[in-house]
């Protein structure tokens, strides 16, 4: 049940894209994107729902692709406050009754 | 203004030793959760809580247990220490199918 995210590891200059992916076997009611710098709580980036909307802000965004159970997080112009490692979380159900599990994360490192 | 608090934030701790993690959120969510996060940064579920109930206990050693006074606090007792229970521990919490909180982590080292 535990998502797919690739890749493990990307690294970036300054300004650069990048595109995080995240792949479940099973049918999704949501998908929820975390960073989590070094020594700290993941904090919450943004949560995408079975039939919602495209999300984003700032230069970040993200998609839910229902028909292929995949999520991807984009981050245009990437800024050294980017770096962290990035977690989706995926939900089965809206009931409560399914965990929010996660992936192993992406390791975003953002150089000058 | 915290929205998910622990205590304490590390704790060191000889083996065999018995310690407790204490969890408080005001955000007035029904469910609440422990996550293990390990050297490989893995987060891993332990045991979530809704309404004071147990509803998700994975396959954790049972000198872990868990304990809900009532919905805004959640604790972890852990027995008999072991080297191999050194991680970050993440007390998080939610409402059904919306954002889940996380806790500043206690880091646990057991020597």
């Known amino acids: 049940q535990q998502p797919v995210q690739s890749p493990q590891a990307v690294i970036l200059r300054e300004g650069e894209d990048a595109v995080i992916n995240c792949s479940s076997s099973?049918?999704?009611?949501?998908v929820h994107w975390y960073r989590q710098k070094h020594g700290e709580a993941p904090v919450f980036l943004m949560i995408?729902?079975?039939?919602?909307e495209q999300k984003g802000h700032d230069k970040i965004s993200a998609s839910f692709n229902e028909k292929k159970q995949q999520s991807s997080l984009y981050l245009t112009a990437s800024q050294l406050s980017y770096s962290g490692t990035y977690f989706c979380g995926t939900e089965l159900s809206r009931d409560g009754s399914e965990k929010l599990v996660f992936g192993k994360g992406t390791k975003l490192t953002v150089n000058p | 203004d915290t929205a998910v608090s622990q205590t304490p934030k590390y704790l060191v701790t000889q083996m065999g030793n018995d310690k407790s993690i204490k969890c408080e959120q005001n955000l007035g969510h029904d469910t609440m959760y422990w996550y293990k996060q390990d050297s490989k940064k893995f987060l891993k579920i332990m045991f979530s809580y809704n309404n004071k109930e147990l509803i998700i206990n994975e396959t954790v050693p049972n000198r872990f247990s868990p304990k809900s006074p009532d919905k805004a606090h959640l604790n972890l007792h852990i027995n008999s220490l072991e080297l191999g229970d050194s991680a970050v521990y993440f007390c998080a919490s939610r409402t059904a199918g919306e954002t889940q909180y996380f806790g500043p982590g206690t880091r646990l080292l057991v020597l």
């Open positions: 099973k049918a999704l009611y949501s």
């Open positions: 995408l729902l079975k039939g919602g």
